[in-house]
């Protein structure tokens, strides 16, 4: 039902910034949860951060203090301001969307995902 396209990934060098965004098709969830998940070759998926539809939000503890998760309403959009990258933070990364809230930050629980956007950080 929805479609999801992630946009801005890329190479960058440690310490640098990068801003995801991943704009999905209408929807009418007056509840939900929306994320961005990562993946790095031979590892699981993981979650990165949580954003509902109440603005109520979750992070990573790898992640926190250096990634912002934020969403607007208006354009259906979902956003992940990534600074101070580390190589560590190399993956594909997804955006996905689940009606209701409920757990937001176990990726096994998302109905729709994008087709990811690979960020590579170098040092």
């Known amino acids: 039902q929805v479609q999801l396209v992630e946009s801005g990934g890329g190479s960058v060098q440690a310490g640098g910034s990068l801003r995801l965004s991943c704009a999905a098709s209408?929807?009418?969830?007056?509840?939900?949860?929306m994320g961005w998940f990562r993946q790095a070759p031979g590892k699981e998926r993981e979650g990165v951060a949580t954003?509902?539809?109440?603005?109520?939000?979750t992070y990573a503890d790898s992640v926190k203090t250096r990634f912002t998760i934020s969403q607007d309403n208006a354009k259906n959009t979902l956003y992940l301001q990534m600074n101070s990258l580390k190589p560590e933070d190399t993956a594909m990364y997804y955006c996905?969307?689940?009606?209701?809230?409920?757990?937001?930050?176990?990726?096994?629980?998302?109905?729709?995902w994008g087709q990811g956007t690979q960020v590579t950080v170098s040092s």
């Open positions: 996905a969307i689940k009606p209701r809230t409920g757990l937001c930050v176990d990726h096994r629980l998302y109905n729709y």
């Open positions: 209408k929807y009418t969830y007056s509840r939900y949860c």
């Open positions: 954003i509902t539809s109440d603005g109520t939000t």
